[in-house]
């Protein structure tokens, strides 16, 4: 003796609910796919650009400092190397572009009379 239990035909309120139900099921199915595609392409797009500016770091490049000049301290801040200078007992601030190491800005900074 085998024992089914007959499912019954759902309704008209009952399938509407559930063809709503599918609908917004694949609305989201879709937008999480378009997020994830988004993500996958933005990190793809950063690994691509970061592939150029790996060859142009690689170039030597000589910064002349003035004559007595001492290297006091260096720092990275974002995407700026950051030497402070001691220059005949006056401090200077060089700052270079970290990824072409040319010359972004100079500060000097001096004692008032």
């Known amino acids: 003796m085998t024992t089914e239990t007959a499912v019954p035909e759902p309704t008209p309120e009952q399938a509407a609910l ?7 099921m694949l ?5 999480t796919a378009l997020a994830i595609c988004a ?12 592939e150029g500016r790996a060859a142009e770091a690689l170039s030597d490049v000589t ?14 801040a974002g995407d700026r190397l950051v030497v402070t200078l001691d220059v005949g007992g006056a401090t200077e601030i060089r700052t270079f572009d970290a990824h072409t190491l040319k010359p972004a800005g100079k500060l000097k900074f001096a004692n008032e009379p």
């Open 18 to 24: 559930f063809a709503r139900v599918r609908r917004m």
């Open 39 to 50: 993500v996958l392409i933005a990190v793809g797009y950063r690994l691509f650009k970061s």
């Open 63 to 76: 910064a002349t400092l003035p004559r007595g000049a001492r290297i006091v301290s260096t720092a990275v």
């Open 27 to 31: 609305i989201a199915g879709l937008t």
